[in-house]
């Protein structure tokens, strides 16, 4: 069809129940996205929960702040749990635990019977935990019965939060000098400089074989120099970017060819790269009166992905809160302020953003389309939550000071959101509680899509 020489699509779309929930034109086309929850997903594995660290699970979560369950373990500590086949696998003081999602112990790993001590979020892939020390080692575990299949020494320890990241067979993880790619047979493939300045306490990201870390160089005096360094798989350098030192606990995260993090600089606050060249695409700066993300330049929080937008725990013109930006320009579109700093990484699901506080121990919940504040829970005083929330079977899964609590999936009927990317039309997210036809009108006939 054409309007006026310009070609478009009309675009129904019609749920069971036969209303038409959106009927209008959209013209240039370049994504349409639909997002619906057909079964409960029981698995968050890594620390990102995908190797591009987004943190989006495309379910449900808890609409209730109502505690089901609380951990058997009293001494959780700040690092992000996984799940994978109905296990969590934790960190508590040192000791390693795998407990099921009622419970129930599977196995553990005691500080005092293996003088290991365990650190970061574990990762599991192919029936293998791995996860770091601060023994200066990489572990591989047994997922079922928690034997220890081998380790690798590295060149220092690995600081909480950083996490393994496990893509192709090798295994990706920092210590604070180093990135080392190891094969999942324990062997060494490569590693690769991060710098002489001791930063680095995050987690890798991946997409299209290409590794994403930060690096900090200390020339001799201040100040420091930061960069954002993409990695190809064969450990050479694809390139770096200048002007953005991570903060030590900093993740970046990667969605749709473009990488997004958050730099210790004040021109650039918050950055996106075109993640094959590292050409900068748009920023947020001290200027734009957007002062950081997390806290102080020690502790920066990681951005997550989903529904088009970006979100992050940071300060606006002297506000904290959880921050939605636009994935494509950096607008602002959303600002739910907290009066603690957000460092954790946000868990994002269809319905909701999840993020927790570090002075105020408080676990928020918010509606990811405007900001709106779903539950709130006070957490246990002086955890020092910088663990970051999950969604596993519709549930969230956060750090309760020295408990994991589990709070009540879910109870709403499944819903599908849908989003339009084009010059004409509503260009946003709406939904609804049961499924939904999309349908392309063109001319007198119809494509099912």
């Given at each position: 069809?054409?309007?006026?020489?310009?070609?478009?699509v009309?675009?129904?779309?019609?749920?069971?129940?036969?209303n038409?929930?959106?009927?209008?034109?959209?013209?240039?086309?370049s994504?349409?996205?639909?997002?619906?929850?057909?079964?409960?997903?029981?698995?968050?594995r890594t620390?990102?929960?995908?190797?591009?660290?987004?943190?989006?699970?495309?379910?449900?979560?808890?609409?209730?702040?109502?505690?089901?369950?609380?951990?058997?373990?009293?001494?959780?500590?700040?690092?992000?749990?996984?799940?994978?086949?109905?296990?969590?696998?934790?960190d508590?003081?040192?000791?390693?635990?795998?407990?099921?999602?009622?419970?129930?112990?599977?196995?553990?790993?005691?500080?005092?019977?293996?003088?290991?001590?365990?650190?970061?979020?574990?990762?599991?892939?192919?029936?293998?935990?791995?996860?770091?020390?601060?023994?200066?080692?990489?572990?591989?575990?047994?997922?079922?019965?928690?034997?220890?299949l081998?380790?690798?020494?590295?060149?220092?320890?690995?600081?909480?939060?950083?996490?393994?990241?496990?893509?192709?067979?090798v295994?990706?993880?920092?210590?604070?000098?180093?990135?080392?790619?190891?094969?999942?047979?324990?062997?060494?493939?490569?590693?690769?400089?991060?710098?002489?300045?001791?930063?680095?306490?995050?987690?890798?990201?991946?997409?299209?074989?290409?590794?994403?870390?930060?690096?900090?160089?200390?020339?001799?005096?201040?100040?420091?120099?930061?960069?954002?360094?993409?990695?190809?798989?064969?450990?050479?350098?694809?390139?770096?970017?200048?002007?953005?030192?991570?903060?030590?606990?900093?993740?970046?995260?990667?969605?749709?060819?473009?990488?997004?993090?958050?730099?210790?600089?004040?021109?650039?606050?918050?950055?996106?790269?075109?993640?094959?060249?590292?050409?900068?695409?748009?920023?947020?700066?001290?200027?734009?009166?957007?002062?950081?993300?997390?806290?102080?330049?020690?502790?920066?929080?990681s951005?997550?992905?989903?529904?088009?937008?970006?979100f992050?725990?940071g300060?606006?013109?002297?506000?904290?809160?959880?921050?939605a930006?636009?994935?494509?320009?950096?607008?602002?579109?959303?600002?739910?302020?907290?009066?603690?700093?957000i460092?954790?990484?946000?868990?994002?699901?269809?319905?909701?953003?999840?993020?927790?506080?570090?002075?105020?121990?408080?676990l928020?919940?918010?509606?990811?389309n405007?900001?709106?504040?779903?539950?709130?829970?006070?957490?246990?005083?002086?955890?020092?939550?910088?663990?970051?929330?999950?969604?596993?079977n519709?549930?969230?899964?956060?750090?309760?000071?020295?408990?994991?609590?589990?709070?009540?999936?879910?109870?709403?009927?499944?819903?599908?959101?849908?989003?339009?990317?084009?010059?004409?039309?509503?260009?946003?997210?709406?939904?609804?509680?049961?499924?939904?036809?999309?349908?392309a009108?063109?001319?007198?006939?119809?494509?099912?899509?």
């Amino acid at each position: 069809m054409s309007n006026n020489g310009t070609n478009y699509v009309r675009y129904k779309a019609v749920d069971n129940a036969q209303n038409i929930m959106q009927d209008y034109v959209v013209v240039n086309i370049s994504v349409i996205e639909v997002s619906s929850e057909s079964n409960l997903i029981t698995e968050w594995r890594t620390y990102g929960r995908t190797v591009d660290n987004k943190g989006f699970m495309n379910s449900l979560s808890s609409t209730s702040p109502n505690v089901i369950k609380n951990s058997n373990n009293w001494h959780i500590s700040r690092n992000q749990v996984a799940v994978a086949d109905g296990i969590a696998f934790f960190d508590s003081q040192g000791d390693l635990y795998a407990e099921t999602l009622s419970g129930q112990s599977v196995w553990s790993l005691y500080f005092r019977q293996t003088n290991i001590s365990f650190t970061g979020t574990p990762a599991i892939a192919d029936g293998v935990v791995y996860v770091g020390s601060y023994e200066n080692a990489l572990y591989a575990i047994n997922q079922s019965n928690g034997a220890i299949l081998w380790n690798y020494l590295l060149d220092g320890p690995v600081y909480s939060p950083a996490s393994p990241t496990v893509s192709a067979g090798v295994i990706y993880i920092q210590t604070e000098r180093t990135l080392y790619a190891i094969y999942i047979n324990g062997t060494l493939k490569w590693t690769h400089s991060l710098g002489n300045y001791a930063m680095r306490k995050g987690t890798p990201a991946i997409a299209n074989n290409i590794i994403y870390t930060g690096a900090a160089i200390y020339p001799g005096s201040y100040p420091i120099q930061g960069y954002l360094y993409a990695i190809n798989s064969d450990g050479s350098m694809r390139w770096n970017a200048s002007n953005c030192l991570l903060g030590k606990s900093a993740s970046p995260a990667v969605a749709d060819g473009v990488v997004y993090a958050c730099c210790h600089d004040p021109d650039n606050e918050f950055v996106a790269y075109d993640a094959l060249t590292g050409a900068q695409l748009w920023n947020l700066s001290s200027i734009d009166g957007f002062f950081g993300c997390g806290l102080s330049s020690t502790l920066y929080a990681s951005p997550s992905i989903g529904h088009r937008k970006v979100f992050v725990g940071g300060s606006y013109r002297g506000t904290e809160g959880i921050f939605a930006l636009n994935a494509t320009t950096g607008d602002i579109l959303w600002h739910y302020a907290t009066p603690d700093v957000i460092t954790s990484k946000p868990a994002v699901s269809l319905n909701s953003v999840i993020a927790a506080s570090i002075n105020g121990d408080n676990l928020y919940v918010v509606d990811h389309n405007d900001g709106a504040l779903q539950w709130s829970y006070a957490l246990s005083p002086s955890s020092g939550t910088e663990t970051s929330p999950i969604v596993v079977n519709r549930s969230i899964i956060a750090t309760c000071g020295t408990r994991l609590c589990y709070f009540e999936p879910a109870q709403v009927a499944p819903i599908t959101s849908i989003y339009f990317d084009g010059t004409l039309g509503n260009n946003n997210w709406w939904t609804s509680n049961v499924a939904v036809t999309l349908t392309a009108v063109v001319d007198s006939g119809s494509i099912n899509r």
